[in-house]
Nanobody
Framework: QVQLAESGGGLVQPGGSLRLSCAAS????????MSWYRQAPGKQRELVAL???????TYADSVKGRFTISRDNAKNTVYLQMNSLKPEDTAVYYC?????WGQGTQVTVSS
């Protein structure tokens, strides 16, 4: 199995930026897809961004142009750079890698 360690969440004002990290470890030779989801209070968990091993990118319409997903295959780490943050981005953010969920990290955008 794979263990996932998330970090980078916090409290930020509207228009600010945060960078989330998710590092994978364990007995796996290759990870094809790495992705980020988020879940706001009272809402279903939704896909935010996805990246394949070859670098193919997918974003939710709500974050296009503001968020960037990237990965470092040597470190088995996926990142989510979040810019121009809005209050509606407030949620717990989870990485999803090799059919496993990260523990979640809280992102709060508020003034």
């Amino acid at each position: 199995q794979v263990q996932l360690a998330e970090s980078g969440g916090g409290l930020v004002q509207p228009g600010g930026s945060l960078r989330l990290s998710c590092a994978a470890s364990g007995s796996i030779f290759s990870i094809n897809v790495m992705s980020w989801y988020r879940q706001a209070p009272g809402k279903q968990r939704e896909l935010v961004a996805l990246i394949t091993r070859g670098g193919t990118l997918t974003y939710a319409d709500s974050v296009k142009g503001r968020f960037t997903i990237s990965r470092d295959n040597a470190k088995n780490t996926v990142y989510l750079q979040m810019n121009s943050l809005k209050p509606e981005d407030t949620a717990v953010y989870y990485c999803y890698v090799a059919s496993q969920w990260g523990q979640g990290t809280q992102v709060t955008v508020s003034s």
